[in-house]
């Protein structure tokens, strides 16, 4: 694996276990109606849904959770008020990275690797997560900043600006959202394939692991 001077990460599915933090989110709102679901039926109902809800033109990423979690609920069966859908966002915070997380980012920094985060996410929220790691990031782009939200291009090329020609790699676990657009702009990439998905058309990437500690052992 060639030698790069900074590894940018998506932030929530790959860093963060958004799935886990999904899940509890919606079975703790729904808890005190009497209402449970299975985790696979919350997952699949909001992968369904989030992604059709950012193509709809960009919004704050806490409007976006309340209108997934509006649209997620009545497909599961548990209508709420908006009032009540901002459950989402209200946890996001306490979300918490998967164990190789911290242990990988360390020794990404100890080899003199640079990082960056680009996520679709708001600054506040993003700032609350990032108490949850034990390193720094050089480069942030958020969907608030760029008014976009990926697959669209707008957090790539502006990472590309801020890093210049440094030899950059991107990770994350979206073959949708991070290694298409990626491969159309030929940006070398690395897909964390946590959920062991199949690739979509155009999703072939350069490089592909399991979980970061498979990313950091090629680089290190």
Known sequence: ?????????????????????????????????????????????????????????????????????????????????????????DTLPSWQPFPDTNPALERLVAAGCRLGILSNIDDDLLAETRKHFTVDFDIVVTAQQVRSYKPGRAHFLTARELIGPSRWLHAAESNFHDIVPTNALGIDNAWINRQRQPELPGGTPKFKFDDLTGLANAIV
């Open 1 to 89: 694996m060639p030698r790069y001077d900074i590894v940018t990460f998506d932030c929530y599915g790959t860093l963060i276990d958004w799935e886990s933090g999904i899940a509890v989110a919606f079975l703790d709102a729904a808890a005190p109606d009497g209402v449970t679901f299975t985790r696979q039926d919350i997952l699949r109902a909001y992968a369904d849904v989030e992604h059709r809800v950012q193509a709809e033109g960009y919004r704050t990423y806490r409007e976006i959770l309340r209108d997934t979690a509006t649209r997620v609920a009545k497909a599961l069966d548990w209508p709420i008020t908006p009032e009540r859908a901002g459950f989402l966002a």
